[in-house]
């Protein structure tokens, strides 16, 4: 795990977001790579986020998206080969009446 301490050189610092294709992980992303601190955010959910006609994905700026379920042991995989040091769980799943983020990144909740 990589960490930053005032005074030591910089490290590379990795951020996974779950839940990037709703509006509240879509924009957490957005922010976390716009701070120059982070070098890499990485967005995954279980559907590609909805971007703009004409900007193939440019809705996200500089995140990477990865099509991965959160229970998949694929997002093992990304965590460790793009050594993610941070990760942001914003994934939501929601019934009728609730509200969530409407991406269902944990690869398929329940209903009642």
């Excluded at 030591?8 to 990795?14: C, F, H, I, K, Q």
């Excluded at 996974?16 to 701070?35: F, M, P």
Aim: charged share 20%; proline share 8%; no cysteine.
């Amino acid at each position: 795990m990589n960490t930053h301490t005032p005074g030591e050189a910089s490290m590379t610092r990795t951020v996974l977001v779950t839940g990037v294709s709703g509006h509240i992980g879509a924009r957490v992303a957005i922010a976390l790579a716009a701070d120059p601190e982070i070098d890499r955010v990485i967005g995954v959910d279980t559907a590609p986020p909805p971007s703009p006609a004409g900007e193939d994905g440019a809705v996200l700026g500089r995140t990477e998206f990865a099509r991965v379920a959160l229970r998949s042991p694929d997002l093992v995989k990304v965590i460790r080969d793009a050594d993610v040091d941070t990760v942001v769980h914003l994934s939501l799943v929601s019934g009728p009446g609730g509200s969530g983020s409407g991406g269902s990144g944990s690869g398929g909740g329940r209903r009642p």
